[in-house]
T-cell receptor, first 112, second 111 residues
Framework: NAGVTQTPKFRVLKTGQSMTLLCAQDMNHEYMYWYRQDPGMGLRLIHYSVGEGTTAKGEVPDGYNVSRLKKQNFLLGLESAAPSQTSVYFC???????????FGPGTRLTVL | GESVGLHLPTLSVQEGDNSIINCAYSNSASDYFIWYKQESGKGPQFIIDIRSNMDKRQGQRVTVLLNKTVKHLSLQIAATQPGDSAVYFCAETGSQGNLIFGKGTKLSVKP
C-alpha cells in the first residue's frame, strides 16, 4: 500500500499561472481533504469530499477549486495563482469523519 | 467560534524524561480529538485519538488525557527519545465533521 501520494512535490509558479495538484489514495477511503500549512500555523482545511462526485468548502476555499471524479483521486486547482497561496499543501483521506486521517507527504508551492 | 490552541509553542526535554504537551479547545460539543506528530518536511502522522466518552487512552509510550470540564487535552510521552523530536498538533472535530488543528508545539529532545 502506498497510502496517500501527492504530485508534484515542489512547484514554483508566477502570479496568474494555473496548476493542479493531484492526490491519490489506495485505501478505498470515502473521505478526502486538502489542507494548507503556513509557517507558525496549523493545518487549515481548504476543501473536502465525502465521496466520489462530491466536494464541499472548508475553512479557506477562496482561490481554489477541487474535483473528485474518481474515488481514489482528489484534485486541487489554482486557476490564477497569487503570492498569498505560497504554502505547503497536504492531502489526507479517512474512512469516515471522526476517524484518523492519513496524510500525504505534501507539495511545497511557491508563487512569485 | 471554534478554536484549538496550545499552551506552549515549544517544549525542550531531556532524553529519557517524560513529556507533556497540552492543548485547550473551545467547542464543548466536540466529541473526537486526535494528536498528530509532524517531522520536518513530512506530512502529519497519527499518534493517538480519543472520543469524548473517555477520559484517558493509552498507546505505546503515549497517553492522551481528556478533561471535558475545563476543555483540556494533553499528550504524555513516556521516556522521550530523540526520535520524538517533532511538532505535535492536537485537533478536534469541527461543525462540518472536519478536523480543526491547533498551531502546534515543537518538542525538542536533548541527548
Amino acid at each position: 500500500n502506498a497510502g496517500v501520494t501527492q504530485t508534484p512535490k515542489f512547484r514554483v509558479l508566477k502570479t496568474g499561472q494555473s496548476m493542479t495538484l493531484l492526490c491519490a489514495q489506495d485505501m478505498n477511503h470515502e473521505y478526502m481533504y486538502w489542507y494548507r500549512q503556513d509557517p507558525g500555523m496549523g493545518l487549515r482545511l481548504i476543501h473536502y469530499s465525502v465521496g466520489e462526485g462530491t466536494t464541499a468548502k472548508g475553512e479557506v476555499p477562496d482561490g481554489y477549486n477541487v474535483s473528485r471524479l474518481k474515488k481514489q483521486n482528489f484534485l486541487l486547482g489554482l486557476e490564477s495563482a497569487a503570492p498569498s497561496q505560497t504554502s505547503v499543501y497536504f492531502c489526507a483521506s479517512s474512512y469516515q469523519f471522526y476517524n484518523e486521517q492519513f496524510f500525504g507527504p505534501g507539495t511545497r508551492l511557491t508563487v512569485l | 467560534g471554534e478554536s484549538v490552541g496550545l499552551h506552549l509553542p515549544t517544549l525542550s526535554v531531556q532524553e529519557g524524561d517524560n513529556s507533556i504537551i497540552n492543548c485547550a479547545y473551545s467547542n464543548s460539543a466536540s466529541d473526537y480529538f486526535i494528536w498528530y506528530k509532524q517531522e520536518s518536511g513530512k506530512g502529519p502522522q497519527f499518534i493517538i485519538d480519543i472520543r469524548s466518552n473517555m477520559d484517558k487512552r493509552q498507546g505505546q509510550r503515549v497517553t492522551v488525557l481528556l478533561n471535558k470540564t475545563v476543555k483540556h487535552l494533553s499528550l504524555q510521552i513516556a521516556a522521550t527519545q530523540p526520535g520524538d523530536s517533532a511538532v505535535y498538533f492536537c485537533a478536534e472535530t469541527g461543525s462540518q465533521g472536519n478536523l480543526i488543528f491547533g498551531k502546534g508545539t515543537k518538542l525538542s529532545v536533548k541527548p
